[in-house]
């Protein structure tokens, strides 16, 4: 998948997969000439008990289960505006302190990216995103192994990735970025797993 082209996976929950999202979306909207395609992944189904039934069919309580089928609706419908809502419905979680099991919080999050909210909603009453969000995490886990967020997908790689901070809306540290991790994922291979004891002083 690695030329110019690799995947990410994504949950809202995720701190850190606002973190490395963040670093691909500044730098795609800088210009960065890369492919990316956008894999949705529960971290609330990997820790279903045995016998519990999965989320796509009893969700409960999950904070980011009608914010994820909001962003496939918008990934597949509104591929325009996609890079925007996305970075939008993280910051409305982690930044705004929103509940995003709220229809209107992500309502005024579409209307603010100029995405008709009604559109969305009538597809996601349809349920077929909830059938595109199972397909596709239910895919990532068997072809990749994947068991969190976010996961760097590049050729047959995949990498599970935690960065302390986001762009802070610097392109070029973006980038540097994206292609740092790119490089140790697909260029060297011996590589299989770099993992601090500790948070550094300033981690956060």
Partial sequence: MYGRRFALTWDYRGRFARHLSDHVVVALADGAGWEVEFWPFSVKQTRRADGQPSIWDDPGPSVSFLAMQVGLVVRDRFPEHFLAVHAAIFAARHDEGLDLRQ?????????????????????????????????????????????????????????????????????????????????????WPELNELKDTTIPPSGR
């Fill in 103 to 187: 229809e209107d919080v992500l309502r005024r999050v579409l209307a603010r990216n100029r995405v008709d909210a009604d559109a969305v909603f009538d597809d996601v009453a349809s349920g077929a995103a909830v059938e595109t969000y199972r397909r596709e995490h239910e895919r990532s886990v068997a072809n990749y192994r994947v068991f969190g967020v976010p996961t760097l997908i590049a050729g047959e790689r995949a990498a599970f990735v935690r960065l302390m901070h986001g762009p802070a809306g610097d392109p070029g540290a973006a980038r540097r970025t994206v292609e740092r991790l790119l490089e140790l994922v697909v260029g």
